[in-house]
């Protein structure tokens, strides 16, 4: 399993941003996708997920409203958009696929989002 993400920079408080990740070398009809973050100094979070049998989205509370996840199968492509950004969303972002069979979780390398003026 083989996930990547990217879309990250520096943004201004207020700004939007759109993450992408690319997953490679699983069947993405058996795993649930999401994204998780860890701020400097910080545990990593988990801050929304795409469930693949439901359809449904959850997101921590923190980002609810701002944050939008988005899966295209066809693309093996996952989305995070991310709007009215604040200072505290800067952290690290990482797209997740967790497989609904084992619950085995997988994270690839992460994309840097910084939030300042």
């Known amino acids: 399993v083989q996930l990547q993400a990217s879309g990250g920079g520096l943004v201004q408080p207020g700004g939007s941003l759109r993450l992408s990740c690319v997953g490679s070398?699983?069947?993405?009809?058996?795993?649930?996708m999401g994204w998780l973050r860890q701020a400097p100094g910080k545990e990593r979070e988990v801050i929304s997920c795409n469930s693949k049998n439901d359809g449904m989205t959850n997101y921590t509370d923190s980002v609810k409203g701002r944050f939008t996840i988005s899966r295209d199968n066809a693309k093996n492509m996952v989305y995070l958009q991310m709007s009215s950004l604040k200072p505290e969303d800067t952290a690290v972002y990482y797209c997740?696929?967790?497989?609904?069979?084992?619950?085995?979780?997988?994270w690839g390398q992460g994309t840097l989002v910084t939030v300042s003026s």
């Open positions: 070398g699983f069947d993405k009809e058996y795993y649930d």
């Open positions: 997740n696929a967790k497989n609904i069979l084992d619950g085995t979780d997988y």
